[in-house]
Structures are given as structure tokens and as C-alpha cells.
């Protein structure tokens, strides 16, 4: 089975600074996918960013990176220059192929707060 | 392009009512999904469909069913509506395997009581 954990129920941020949200994953498949989906209050999914597996260099979104430790099945976020509309539930999701097919599998979300 | 459209947005049923929360794309997506998230909690996965006429289980299906009778609508059906279906409802879809990206609809909220 893929599983993927987010650790880290709730975090809180300065307006300007930067935070970082963790993810692990597991997964038997060599090819897959890594997401960062942020859920604001109106509770559309947007993605923020994605990882492919098979690349080594981190994925980059203006102020959205990501820190991609393949062997240590680890991805976690990094927001800098926080902003007060970064408040939101921000979920980690994995997709695989082969026996996965293209299901996407949610970690339970990180509620991140920035305060003014 | 209105991309993935959920119909109802609100919904309260009385427990042992049906109802069927409508999914439609127009993207031209051969997969499609219907995730449920309850209160403070990810998206779990309840059945998909890799084309017209093919559905699959996923993590939660029982006390729903769906059909895929054509590539833009995959209809859930919930039958005998029970408290512990009140979530937040999610359709999605995404073109086929590889890193297109999941495109998601805006969600229905759906209150059993």
C-alpha cells in the first residue's frame, strides 16, 4: 500500500518569515509522484507544487520549494516570505503507476496559520 | 472552460434517504475520482474510473456507488444515507497516468441527520 504522513497537526508563522511542513511517504513503485495541495477556507484543492521521483533537483514555485530526500521517503514544504493568504490546510499527496494506477493518496492535511 | 463541476453544493439529507452528487468534466479526462474528507482530516479515496464503462473501488466505498456511462459525468450514489456519510465530497479528474496534474471540483457538503 502507499501511505503518506503529515506529522505536524497545525503550525503557526510570522507574516515575512519562512516554515516548513513535513511529509513522509511509503511506496514499493521506483516511478511516482509528489504534490503539495493547499485547501483554503473555501475549500477548493489548489496545487502549490510537484515532484517527480525520478528527478533529483528540488521543485520550485516562486515562494514554494520542496525538499525531496527520495531515499529517506521525504518531502517537506518550504513557504518563505510568508503571506497572510498562506493560511490554509496544506495536504501531501503521492501517485503512483503499476498497481496504483493514478490514485492519489492524501496525507491527514497541516493546518498553517501566518499571523500579521 | 468550466473544468470539473459539482452539483449539489449543499445538501442535507434525513438518514435513510438517497441521493446521487452529480460530477461532470469537460476536459476530456479519462480518469475520475470521488474523495471524501471529513472534518480536520485528508481526502480518502471512495471509487475511480480509468474510462467509460470501467469503475474501481477504492478506500471507502461501501454505502456508495457510481457509474461511468460516458467519459464527462461520473455520478455517486448514495443509498440509505447514514450519519457517518456527513463529509465534504470531491470530484476530480486527470488526463491518464503520468504527471498531468488532478484537476478538482469545488466540493459538495453533505449533512446526514
Known amino acids: 500500500a502507499q501511505t503518506v504522513t503529515q506529522s505536524q497537526p497545525e503550525m503557526s508563522v510570522q507574516e515575512a518569515e519562512t516554515v516548513t511542513l513535513s511529509c513522509t511517504y511509503d511506496?514499493?513503485?521506483?516511478?511516482?509522484?509528489l504534490f503539495w495541495y493547499k485547501q483554503p477556507p473555501s475549500r477548493q484543492m489548489i496545487l502549490v507544487i510537484r515532484?517527480?521521483?525520478?528527478?533529483?533537483q528540488n521543485a520550485t514555485e516562486n515562494r514554494f520549494s520542496v525538499n525531496f530526500q527520495k531515499a529517506a521517503k521525504s518531502f517537506s514544504l518550504k513557504i518563505s516570505d510568508s503571506q497572510l493568504g498562506d493560511t490554509a490546510m496544506y495536504f501531501c499527496?503521492?501517485?503512483?503507476?503499476?498497481?496504483?494506477?493514478?490514485?492519489?493518496?492524501f496525507g491527514a492535511g497541516t493546518i498553517l496559520r501566518v499571523k500579521s | 472552460n468550466a473544468g470539473v463541476t459539482q452539483t449539489p453544493k449543499f445538501r442535507i439529507l434525513k438518514i435513510g434517504q438517497s441521493m446521487t452528487l452529480q460530477c461532470t468534466q469537460d476536459?476530456?479526462?479519462?480518469?475520475m475520482y470521488w474523495y471524501r474528507q471529513d472534518p480536520g482530516m485528508g481526502l480518502k479515496l471512495i471509487y475511480y474510473?480509468?474510462?467509460?464503462?470501467?469503475?474501481d473501488k477504492g478506500e471507502v466505498p461501501n454505502g456508495y456507488n457510481v457509474s461511468r456511462s460516458t467519459t464527462e459525468d461520473f455520478p455517486l450514489r448514495l443509498e440509505l444515507a447514514a450519519p457517518s456519510q456527513t463529509s465534504v465530497y470531491f470530484c476530480?479528474?486527470?488526463?491518464?497516468?503520468?504527471?498531468?496534474?488532478?484537476?478538482f471540483g469545488s466540493g459538495t457538503r453533505l449533512t446526514v441527520v
Open positions: 476530480a479528474s486527470t488526463p491518464g497516468q503520468g504527471n498531468y496534474g488532478y484537476t
Open positions: 474510473s480509468v474510462g467509460a464503462g470501467i469503475t
Open positions: 476536459m476530456n479526462h479519462n480518469y
Open positions: 511506496t514499493s513503485e521506483n516511478n511516482y509522484y
Open positions: 515532484q517527480e521521483a525520478y528527478k533529483q
Open positions: 499527496a503521492l501517485t503512483g503507476f503499476g498497481e496504483y494506477g493514478n490514485k492519489l493518496v
